[in-house]
């Protein structure tokens, strides 16, 4: 039997270490290479509107690895998310080696409705889609509509399927043309309501809306700065009757007295109390100014021992009146009265009197003929 002139050579503890150390450097070598030459140095945000670039980069990217465009699809691609409101999902995908994508697929809302101390949005369908502690201005708010439960992608138990089917064709409208109201409102009727800052625009019932937005669209630019009512309540298919509610205000008895352009006397001599104008027009005597009014009123004058030093706060007979009126004092007493004299609670003039206590009335424009119906656009799906 021959034997074997070769022995098995041990690879000694030495060699085992070098090997691992070159195999080691060369796994190194490729990470680094790897991350180095995929690394991102720019990224893409495509389908958000609800959020900015920076915000969705931000909400999307949180990592280490987010910064190599192999790994970033791989790691944080989600298709169904709950994390971030009105995101639905968003998938990361590599454009090239240093450029990645995020496709954002948003819930679209078309409406919110208050709900305990939150604010419930809902799509197209009346579905439950998003809730938030703070009001998104850029979706139309509607009140007086009420829910006592919701649930998370269901339908809103709103009562009657016809409010909800109105506030979605109404919130169609306002996106297409982006004319969203402060808020939306439904009476105890389900009488609608939209208000434009000071201008309310009375819908009335759920009919013939899409021709009462078109009309509404094209008057609110002619009476923007201006308070009151635009009443649509009447526009039917044959009926186009249209008028606007303006709220008078008052004017203060300063302002008439600025107005005034009396001042000269019936010869034409200006004397600075005449009630006649330059053109010899009767304007009647100069309006007093709130402060001339009530220093004119004020009786004191006396002192307490009944002399007289025109600053006391009694009047000759000895009756208590109040020191002598100043501009700091009727400001005072208006801040006092404002509700109590002519306002209703929110603060706000109710039309006020004239000078003879006869009620200001509200002016009416009438809009009925000033459009026609090639005037407007089509807001039918």
């Known amino acids: 039997m021959r034997t074997s002139n070769y022995r098995k050579k041990r690879i000694s503890k030495k060699t085992w270490k070098y090997a691992g150390a070159v195999l080691g450097s060369l796994l190194a070598a490729g990470v680094i290479f790897f991350f180095a030459y995929f690394k991102v140095d720019e990224v893409d945000v495509m389908g958000s509107s609800h959020y900015s670039e920076k915000e969705v980069r931000k909400m ?9 465009s192999v790994l970033a699809p791989l790691l944080y691609t989600k298709r169904e998310t709950e994390d971030i409101p009105f995101v639905k999902g968003y998938v990361v995908s590599q454009v090239n080696r240093n450029t990645i994508c995020i496709s954002v697929k948003e819930e679209k809302p078309v409406g919110c409705i208050p709900y305990l101390d939150s604010y419930i949005y809902f799509d197209r369908n009346g579905i439950f889609i998003e809730s938030s502690k703070e009001r998104d201005e850029t979706v139309p708010y509607f009140d007086g509509i009420s829910v006592k439960h919701v649930v998370m992608d269901e339908e809103l138990p709103i009562k009657g399927k016809t409010v909800l089917n109105t506030a979605v064709a ?11 109201p402060d808020h939306i409102e439904f009476d105890k009727n389900y009488q609608i309501s939209l208000l434009y800052g000071d201008i309310t625009v009375m819908l009335g019932k759920d009919e013939f809306l899409e021709d009462k937005m078109t009309r509404a669209i094209a008057i609110l630019p ?56 330059e053109n010899g027009s009767y304007v009647g005597p100069k309006p007093m100014t709130e402060l001339e009014k009530a220093l004119a009123e004020w009786t004191g004058g006396y002192d307490e021992e009944g002399d007289y030093t025109g600053a006391g706060e009694y009047d000759e007979y000895g009756n208590y009146v109040g020191p002598v009126p100043t501009e700091e004092s009727l400001a005072a007493e208006g801040d006092d009265g404002e509700n109590a004299d002519g306002e209703n609670a929110d603060g706000e003039g109710t039309g006020g009197e004239d000078e003879n206590g006869e009620a200001i009335p509200e002016e009416e424009e ?3 003929e000033d459009y026609t119906d090639e005037d407007y656009t089509d807001y039918a799906e």
Do not use: C, M
Request: aromatic share 8%; proline share 3%; charged share 30%.
């Open 60 to 68: 999307v990217l949180r990592g280490p690895l987010a910064s190599n």
């Open 366 to 368: 009438d809009y009925t």
């Open 222 to 277: 002619l009476i923007s700065g201006r308070k009151g009512i635009l009443h649509l309540e009447s526009v039917t298919d044959t009926v186009k009757t249209i008028t606007f509610e303006e709220e008078v205000k008052e004017k203060t008895p300063e302002e008439l007295a600025a107005e005034w352009t009396g001042g000269y006397e019936e010869s034409g001599e200006y004397t600075g109390t005449g009630e006649f104008d």
């Open 170 to 180: 109404l919130a169609t409208i306002f996106q297409k043309n982006e004319t969203i």
